[in-house]
């Protein structure tokens, strides 16, 4: 048998008793000198780092990338070099808008990351369950998530807040409308697909580029919760996501994707129907189809939850030689201040975490000191560069090859070369059934009908735009004037915030 561990302070003293604080008399007064103690309170009182304001709440598991086809005409990334290459991953999956304690199956997009740790580097794809999102422009960003909060009065959510937003930002309409679909409640984290929406630029050496994006297609298939379904196990089970995920690796079942990803061809950028890099749309299958890429397995679960799930942090602007970045301002935001959050939340030397931390040892820079450096900080080499003390240099076979952009500065819209309604109703008519659409209108009624009326029809007016069966199906629902929302659909957005406010 074993020797039993003997218990020690943080820095190896050995601790004689850990039930009774030290004290002059009997109880008596604490003694501030009680080194063990102080140390014990202190540390607890520092146990939870700031809660991540969206992706709150998730799940994580360990596995690994293989490639299955040859990619190597559209990318120069080594670990995409060759059929049966294999790659480590870490896989985090979340809730987006709730607090770290919320229910696994509220109603909600899923968080989809994946950080790949290659011999070039950490590569992140950092995606949802969705192919689009709520909105195009960065800037909305915070507001967006604050309707997803609490009321900052009554704190609690807030229907009103949450559709005002929506019905004022009709970019939203494809998102709202996946959102409320069974899709919003997918039955786990192992029956959802992922996406990685944006599209990101992937070169060869000689140059060639193509925009491409990331498509994960779930083996164990799509499942997904009715409202009543999630509701219930919400009740049972607020943690039914993160336990089965869990279970099904402990017991051999690893869940598996195969991943594909579409290509577009740079001369296609200019002339498309619709700006391709708008993530609240979706490039059509027909006009890009499927190309077969690789398969993910998730294998192993972590040993300790908070090392590895919870300091794990993602961001979409740690890529690899091979990929770059395309001209989406919402990508380029994400490149820059997930970087930032994760600077706050778990401070300036969150990369040197286990999770985080490259694999292959090829981190070296000028980057130095800042609270918790766990390594050698880099020796006693020069910290500034150029230097001829033989510190890092930059390489210039790692630079992406360049391309010809121009344009004014200011702030502008995108273009209207489609509007925001075309691939919502898309969705409604063409691919949804009949079930489909009836559990629809229920979820957005269920949920619609707890806001304010004007708020109720200015946003029914927006899904009449997008299909006039689905705007009077909610409309009727909601007990609404069906005129009134068709007389609304048909003013312009300017105008129909006027008539509602």
Not at 438 to 455: D, S, T, Y
């Amino acid at each position: 048998m074993p020797e039993p561990k003997r218990l020690t302070t943080n820095f190896g003293k050995p601790v004689g008793d850990d039930q009774n604080s030290l004290t002059v008399g009997s109880p008596g007064y604490t003694l501030i000198s009680d080194v063990h103690l102080v140390e014990k309170l202190a540390h607890f009182n520092r146990e939870r780092i700031p809660e991540r304001v969206v992706h709150a709440k998730g799940a994580g598991a360990h596995g690994y990338f293989e490639v299955t086809h040859d990619v190597t005409k559209y990318t120069c990334a080594k670990f995409l070099s060759e059929i049966g290459k294999k790659t480590e991953v870490f896989a985090r999956f979340s809730t987006v808008g709730g607090e770290k304690g919320s229910a696994d199956a509220e109603r909600d997009p899923r968080g989809f990351a994946v950080k790949f740790y290659t011999e070039e580097g950490n590569f992140d794809m950092t995606g949802n369950n969705t192919p689009v999102f709520f909105i195009r422009d960065p800037i909305k960003f915070p507001d967006f998530i604050h309707t997803q909060k609490r009321n900052p009065v009554t704190n609690a959510k807030d229907p009103d807040a949450f559709w005002d937003f929506f019905s004022l930002t009709p970019e939203s309409m494809h998102q709202v409308t996946i959102l409320f679909s069974d899709r919003g409640t997918p039955k786990t984290f192992r029956h959802m697909d992922g996406f990685g929406g944006h599209a990101f630029k992937w070169y060869t050496q000689k140059g060639d580029y193509w925009w491409v994006k990331w498509h994960f297609k779930t083996e164990q298939g799509v499942q997904s919760f009715t409202r009543e379904e999630a509701g219930a196990m919400i009740a049972r089970d607020p943690d039914h996501a993160t336990r089965d995920l869990f279970e099904s690796i402990k017991k051999g079942d690893f869940p598996a994707w195969k991943v594909h990803i579409q290509v577009m061809p740079p001369k296609d950028a200019g002339t498309y129907r619709f700006d391709p890099f708008d993530v609240t749309k979706v490039l059509p299958h027909g006009d890009y189809p499927l190309i077969p890429l690789g398969r993910m397995v998730l294998n192993r679960n972590p040993e300790n939850y908070f090392a590895e799930v919870e300091q794990s942090a993602f961001c979409p602007g740690n890529i690899v030689p091979g990929f770059a970045f395309a001209p989406d301002k919402m990508l380029q935001a994400r490149a820059v201040f997930y970087h930032d959050a994760q600077r706050h939340r778990l401070g300036p030397n969150f990369h040197l975490l286990p999770i985080n931390a490259p694999k292959a040892g090829v981190m070296d820079n000028y980057q130095r000191d800042g609270a918790m450096r766990t390594d050698g900080n880099l020796g006693g080499g020069p910290n500034y560069y150029p230097n001829t003390f033989g510190g890092p240099t930059p390489d210039p076979e790692a630079a992406e090859p360049t391309f010809d952009f121009s344009g004014e500065i200011g702030r502008r819209p995108y273009p209207k070369t489609e509007d925001d309604f075309v691939q919502a109703g898309d969705l409604f008519r063409k691919v949804m059934d009949n079930t489909a659409r009836e559990h629809l209108v229920g979820n957005i009624v269920a949920h619609l009908g707890n806001a304010v009326k004007r708020i109720q029809l200015r946003q029914t007016a927006l899904f009449y735009n997008a299909d006039t069966d689905y705007g009077t199906r909610v409309a009727g629902g909601l007990g609404l004037d069906a005129r009134e929302v068709a007389r609304l659909a048909g003013m312009t957005q300017e105008e129909r915030v006027r008539a509602t406010s």
